[in-house]
């Protein structure tokens, strides 16, 4: 078995036009890795193929020690529920529940139990009981995220996670991001146009002219 989190090799894909053609990228456990470039350039794209979202046009990617487009649609459900996480720009929270509700329901269906001390880390824990519609963009987010850590993932995909947030909340984020990582023996891969956020990964790809290049 590999000892890769993930592996993706010859990746390419388009859609009215080819957006990236041979990619490469493995990220192992206890490691994070970003990967920047110029909006439009298919970055994100890339993260869904590599989460489970997008069948490449070519290429393979190995999750988790599973090729993951030989898969069939329950077994990749099963990846998504318990062993990967996604953070996205946006929160997609239960607005008509509390924060702390909204964890409870990630919690729950992935067989994990509510960590507190992810909130306080995140500097959330006073705001668990409020509704998601009472707190902030940037307080959503961090519950948004505390929902994803909560159920304990293996890799985390995260697609412009402090996009939104200010520069010191965005250096807290990745703060708890990273220190998981590292606790968890898990992965981090990042999509970022923020070159600060990026730099703070053990490795940095760019995306550029359809190829993926590590920066030096």
Same mark, same amino acid.
């Given at each position: 078995? &590999? ?10 894909? !388009? ?26 350039? !298919? ?15 070519? !290429? &393979? ?71 998601? !519609? ?9 519950? &948004?995220?505390?929902?994803?850590? &909560? ?66």
């Amino acid at each position: 078995m &590999s000892s890769f989190l993930l592996e993706a090799t010859h990746i390419s894909h !388009g859609f009215e036009t080819d957006l990236f053609s041979n990619v490469h990228l493995t990220l192992s456990p206890s490691s994070s890795a970003a990967i920047v470039g110029r909006s439009g350039c !298919g970055k994100s794209t890339l993260l869904h193929i590599f989460s489970t979202f997008i069948k490449p046009d070519e !290429g &393979s990617v190995t999750l988790l020690g599973k090729d993951l487009y030989t898969l069939k649609e329950d077994a990749i459900e099963a990846l998504r529920r318990y062993d990967i996480g996604i953070i996205f720009q946006f929160h997609y929270l239960f607005k008509g529940m509390s924060g702390l509700e909204n964890i409870e329901v990630a919690t729950m269906l992935s067989g994990e139990t509510v960590d507190e001390g992810i909130f306080e880390k995140l500097e959330i824990k006073e705001l668990m009981g409020q509704k998601i !519609g009472e707190l902030s963009g940037g307080q959503q987010q961090r519950v &948004s995220i505390a929902r994803v850590l &909560s159920k304990k993932p293996k890799i985390i995909f995260a697609d412009e996670p402090t996009g939104n947030l200010d520069k010191e909340t965005a250096e807290l984020v990745m703060d708890v991001l990273l220190d998981y990582v590292k606790e968890n023996s898990a992965g981090l891969l990042l999509v970022t146009h923020d070159e600060d956020m990026a730099s703070r990964c053990d490795l940095v790809y760019k995306l550029e002219d359809k190829v993926l290049t590590e920066e030096a």
